[in-house]
């Protein structure tokens, strides 16, 4: 790692991993929305959106402490661009979760449930590799994983369109579902962008 005589505002890493640790309370949060049913679906939304807001208030903190300090331990464009991703990683969870409640959806396609298992694994990565900003170190595996399960979450999402353009549901049905699977690839996406944000902190670090 590069040698600084200045001192930094370290704040951030703490802050940088309490919203990855939220992140990783919506992943569960959206596990247990796949065996809920009509009123327990109801309750989840509810606490999906409290986590919401609970991610919107440390991507706020983070802004705050980006806008009063004066030496950042890296760049401040990627301190901004990390801090985004992870708010819309969960923004995507919670619209995920609130559209299930909104379109009154009985059953989910089959499928889903392997989208939300990749966010949920790419949910505990993310939050393991948040505190390891301090160093650098042990990244690159967190980095390659995330696009890997990015890939197998665009192969699940792909199939999963064919098989709402099978012929098996209405055409209503058809709009309510994409669009939850759509949101939910979305999700998959902010995290990728979140695994390369870090890999270019990591690269302008060494």
């Given at each position: ?8 505002e ?13 992140i ?7 596990m ?5 049913d ?9 606490r ?11 991507t ?13 331990p ?7 661009s ?6 819309d ?5 919670e ?7 909104l ?37 690159t595996?967190?980095?390659i ?19 709402l353009?099978?012929?098996k ?9 994409k ?5 939910l ?13 870090v ?8």
């Amino acid at each position: 790692m590069r040698f600084r005589l200045t001192p930094r505002e370290t704040s951030f890493y703490d802050m940088f991993a309490a919203s990855a640790g939220n992140i990783v309370t919506g992943s569960k949060l959206l596990m247990e929305l796949l065996g809920a049913d009509g009123p327990a679906r109801v309750e989840i939304a509810e606490r999906m959106r409290a986590a919401e807001h609970a991610g919107d208030d440390a991507t706020h903190a983070i802004f705050h402490q980006l806008n009063s300090s004066f030496i950042t331990p890296f760049d401040r464009e990627d301190i901004y661009s990390l801090a985004s991703s992870l708010d819309d990683i969960m923004d995507f969870m919670e619209e995920a979760v609130d559209l299930v409640v909104l379109y009154n959806v009985e059953e989910l396609p089959k499928g889903v449930d392997q989208q939300i298992e990749v966010l949920a694994r790419a949910a505990e990565l993310t939050a393991e590799a948040m505190p390891n900003l301090r160093t650098m170190d042990n990244l690159t595996e967190y980095w390659i994983e995330v696009n890997r399960l990015e890939n197998q979450a665009d192969q699940i999402h792909r199939k999963l369109l064919a098989h709402l353009f099978s012929g098996k549901y209405d055409a209503i049905e058809v709009l309510k579902l994409k669009q939850i699977v759509d949101v939910l690839e979305e999700a998959a996406d902010a995290f990728e962008h979140v695994a390369n944000t870090v890999e270019t902190i990591a690269v302008k670090e060494s």
